[in-house]
């Protein structure tokens, strides 16, 4: 099975900063965008950023100008490194990753989650 390595997370002081990182692996897995999620207390999970395979991002606009998104193609790994950090960003970070499987002369597409990386924004 594919598999997520996730590393990151903790506490920091409001305008800190912290850096996630998500590394998948995988025989045969085409990798296309590689995301980050967020899920706070009592509120719907939301996309954070999230980057495709050809460079090209996106971000939510509560956390432009102080996120960035890049990921490593040769190691299949997104990193999201968060600056300015506001106790409004304290939430359950999720890595997500989507792709295809190859399916004799067919493709099937596949996503996978992360196990989820507590960050906390408080003083």
């Known amino acids: 099975q594919v598999q997520l390595a996730e590393s990151g997370g903790g506490l920091v002081q409001p305008g800190g900063s912290l850096s996630l990182s998500c590394t998948v692996s995988?025989?045969?897995?085409?990798?296309?965008?590689m995301a980050w999620y967020r899920q706070a207390p009592g509120k719907q999970r939301e996309l954070v950023a999230g980057?495709?395979?050809?460079?090209?991002?996106n971000y939510a606009d509560s956390v432009k100008g102080r996120f960035t998104i890049s990921r490593d193609n040769a190691k299949n790994t997104v990193l999201l490194q968060m600056s300015n950090l506001k106790p409004e960003d304290t939430a359950v970070y999720y890595c997500?990753?989507?792709?295809?499987?190859?399916?004799?002369?067919?493709?099937?597409?596949?996503?996978?989650w992360g196990q989820g990386t507590q960050v906390t924004v408080s003083s």
């Open positions: 997500n990753v989507d792709g295809s499987l190859p399916d004799g002369d067919k493709y099937q597409y596949v996503e996978y």
């Open positions: 995988g025989s045969s897995f085409s990798v296309n965008l």
């Open positions: 980057i495709y395979s050809r460079g090209s991002t």
